[in-house]
């Protein structure tokens, strides 16, 4: 397996775009988590899905924030309008059906700049 | 909400001395996972400690759970430029309806000196 793959590595987009970020989890994983990382807040998550399912959005900011997953090989992030303070890396994650107790697998991350 | 605390923030040491971060929960934890990430990479699971007390050990890093499960620690013995990187714990936490989540500390920065 190629492992978590995001797309695209880099965006850099102007305030008040719309921005989608996608992620690709491991086959077989059925959780699947979006974590942003900056310098001062560290690793936040934001949602996370369970089986294709919203099961804590609760770390989502804003409602400028939302998260899809329309099936078991595929999520997406997505931000509209964005903003500058949105600017970060943001990672997808997966782990296997066995969830609290294996570890999670991080894809590549997304660098957003958000000008 | 359950919090994970780590420190120290930052280290700096010079090849060959030891380092050692330390994380803390909030709640006792079911298990604790270590994360290691490289500069401009992503975090890479290092491992996981589940019994009360354990000690693990890859080469010259030793992990220790504490005896009540709501502590943890990393000791790399005698560091390399390799060892270069942010290490992070995490413990799952549990909510309401069979929520589960990864808790991640923020992190030690280790910076190594050639």
């Known amino acids: 397996d190629a492992g978590v793959i995001q797309s695209p590595r880099h965006e850099v987009t102007e305030m008040g775009q719309e921005v989608t970020l996608r992620c690709k989890p491991i086959s077989g994983h059925d959780y699947l988590f979006w974590y942003r990382q900056t310098m001062m807040r560290g690793l936040e998550l934001l949602i996370y899905f369970n089986n294709n399912v919203p099961i804590d959005d609760s770390g989502m900011p804003e409602d400028r924030f939302s998260a899809k997953m329309p099936n078991a090989s595929f999520s997406t992030l997505k931000i509209q309008p964005s903003e500058p303070r949105d600017s970060a890396v943001y990672f997808c994650?997966?782990?296997?059906?066995?969830?609290?107790?294996?570890?999670?697998?991080f894809g590549q991350g997304t660098r957003l700049t958000v000008v | 909400g359950q919090q994970v605390m780590q420190i120290p923030q930052y280290q700096h040491v010079q090849e060959g001395e030891d380092f050692t971060t330390y994380c803390n929960s909030s709640t006792t934890l079911s298990n604790i996972q270590w994360y290691k990430q490289r500069p401009g990479g992503h975090p890479v699971f290092l491992i996981q400690?589940?019994?009360?007390?354990e000690v693990k050990k890859q080469k010259r890093l030793t992990f220790q759970f504490g005896e009540a499960k709501k502590n943890s620690s990393l000791h790399i013995t005698a560091t390399q430029t390799t060892d270069v990187g942010t290490y992070f714990c995490?413990?799952?936490?549990?909510?309401?309806?069979?929520?589960?989540?990864?808790?991640f500390g923020k992190g030690t920065k280790l910076s190594v000196i050639p």
């Open positions: 994650a997966s782990s296997p059906p066995t969830g609290a107790n294996t570890e999670a697998f």
């Open positions: 400690l589940v019994k009360s007390g």
């Open positions: 995490a413990g799952p936490g549990y909510s309401g309806a069979g929520s589960y989540q990864l808790t």
